[in-house]
């Protein structure tokens, strides 16, 4: 059984950084993509990013630059650093592995 729980949400001014993390459990998590998913109210969840297996990454055009995606295979981990937040930002962030699994959420709320 697969469980994804995500950490590190909260409020942040902008231009302020947040860093989110994700615990996997369930075995192999080496071979799968893990991303990070956001969905802000009356819109649909979108990619913000993800990285594969051997460490590739990609980002949304939106948050190039500013957010950077990194896995810790051997705690089953993967984060998120999020630096120049925006109010555009927030939304409800969400941990996904391979295609099937998905964290229940963490709210990152942007704001002065």
């Known amino acids: 059984q697969v469980h994804l729980v995500e950490s590190g949400g909260g409020l942040v001014q902008p231009g302020g950084s947040l860093r989110l993390s994700c615990a996997a459990s369930?075995?192999?998590?080496?071979?799968?993509?893990m991303g990070w998913y956001r969905q802000a109210p009356g819109k649909q969840r979108e990619l913000v990013a993800v990285i594969s297996s051997g460490g590739s990454t990609n980002y949304a055009d939106s948050v190039k630059g500013r957010f950077t995606i990194s896995r810790d295979n051997a705690k089953n981990m993967v984060y998120l650093q999020m630096n120049s937040l925006k109010p555009e930002d927030t939304a409800v962030y969400y941990c996904?592995?391979?295609?099937?699994?998905w964290g229940q959420g963490t709210q990152v709320t942007v704001s002065s």
């Open positions: 369930g075995s192999g998590f080496s071979i799968y993509a």
């Open positions: 996904r592995k391979g295609e099937n699994y």
